[in-house]
């Protein structure tokens, strides 16, 4: 199921006069309880509580008769744009325009904080997508699966246009037979974002193991950046894996976007590698960082990955400089 990506393009128009109130670190019990009258799971205290120490959301419940019926969150997830986010209604309470009010709600807090209001749902449904309408979004982007070949030519297409290159130059994992033959039984984990016709953006993940996925390439139209779309599509490729027994991703990035992973709750690693010079020679500029493990990539690139904090720009100049043909590239992980 295709999943649409809108954006308030004015404003959200009255509060809702329903009860609605802000929750805060310390309100677990109230938002469990609101999970519990809406059929669903309690969530740890330390797990609720984490959400508002790492900034990730802040949680609003409206109440009807004392009862918490409905619940909504931001999510600010970038300096730009805040996504109203998690809007749900207890079963017994939907068809009375309380997703509208929850949306309308947040969509003034994120308007009056200064930021742009995002807000996404599936294709199907058709509720949340009349609630958007009324309170003041537009389309913004549609997240799709990679069905056709045509479609594949297009996402590969985009990939050139960002980064000049195709990544296959660097290794026949991206090459365009291979991504053929993932079509067949993987092609859930190949998205792309269409705006406008066109596509707007694209996150390709392929299987490693039966529990590993390594995510590349990753690339948003210039046009279409800062519009939360490279966050939306990851997300999705997150809850995709999830459906194949998949709980560890891998990705390289460019400099430009190690920030970006980082938010997304990835650690990094500086991954050092080289067809021409062995692993000994690329552990012997390492003086001060943990070597985290090595390997030598489909029998010929040797590679060494060390624990960096933070980048490290100075080294990898160095490396660089010193081994003629050596790549240096901060790599992320992430469990989900």
């Known amino acids: 199921m295709a999943e649409i990506i809108y954006t308030l393009m004015h404003h959200a128009g009255a509060a809702s006069t329903s009860r609605i109130e802000w929750l805060s670190e310390h309100d677990c019990d109230k938002f469990n309880a609101h999970l519990q009258l809406a059929g669903q799971k309690p969530i740890d205290e330390a797990r609720y509580e984490a959400m508002y120490q790492k900034g990730i959301a802040r949680y609003c419940l409206l109440y009807l008769d004392g009862l918490p019926v409905a619940r909504g969150a931001i999510e600010p997830y970038s300096k730009r744009m805040w996504e109203a986010a998690d809007i749900r209604v207890a079963p017994a309470y939907r068809g009375r325009g309380l997703a509208t009010d929850i949306l309308r709600?947040?969509?003034l807090a994120i308007t009056k904080s200064g930021k742009t209001a995002t807000c996404r749902t599936e294709e199907d449904n058709t509720a949340m997508r009349r609630a958007m309408a009324r309170v003041g979004y537009q389309e913004l982007a549609i997240i799709k699966r990679i069905a056709t070949e045509s479609e594949l030519d297009a996402a590969l297409a985009l990939e050139k246009k960002v980064f000049g290159a195709p990544a296959e130059?660097?290794?026949?994992?991206?090459?365009?037979?291979?991504?053929?033959?993932?079509m067949d039984g993987f092609g859930d984990l190949m998205l792309y974002a269409q705006s406008g016709g066109e596509v707007a953006g694209i996150v390709f993940g392929r299987m490693e193991s039966e529990k590993s996925m390594t995510v590349g390439p990753v690339a948003v139209d210039e046009q279409h950046r800062k519009r939360g779309i490279a966050r939306l599509l990851m997300q999705e490729l997150e809850k995709r894996a999830l459906r194949h027994g998949i709980h560890h991703i891998a990705l390289g990035a460019v400099e430009s976007a190690e920030g970006f992973y980082a938010k997304l709750g990835?650690?990094?690693?500086?991954?050092?590698?080289?067809?021409?010079?062995?692993?000994?020679?690329?552990?012997s500029?390492?003086?001060?960082?943990?070597?985290?493990?090595?390997?030598?990539y489909e029998g010929a690139v040797h590679q060494v990955f060390l624990e960096l904090p933070v980048p490290d720009r100075e080294l990898q100049r160095t490396y660089e400089a010193t081994f003629p043909g050596c790549h240096t590239q901060m790599v992320f992980q992430k469990t989900i």
Do not use: C, M
């Not at 130059?169 to 993932?182: D, F, G, H, M």
């Not at 990835?266 to 552990?283: A, F, M, N």
């Not at 500029?285 to 030598?296: G, M």
């Open 105 to 107: 709600f947040l969509s």
């Open 169 to 182: 130059q660097n290794s026949p994992a991206y090459a365009r037979e291979r991504w053929l033959e993932r």
């Open 266 to 283: 990835y650690t990094g690693t500086l991954l050092i590698q080289s067809e021409k010079h062995s692993v000994d020679e690329l552990l």
């Open 285 to 296: 500029l390492n003086t001060k960082y943990r070597v985290v493990r090595t390997n030598v």
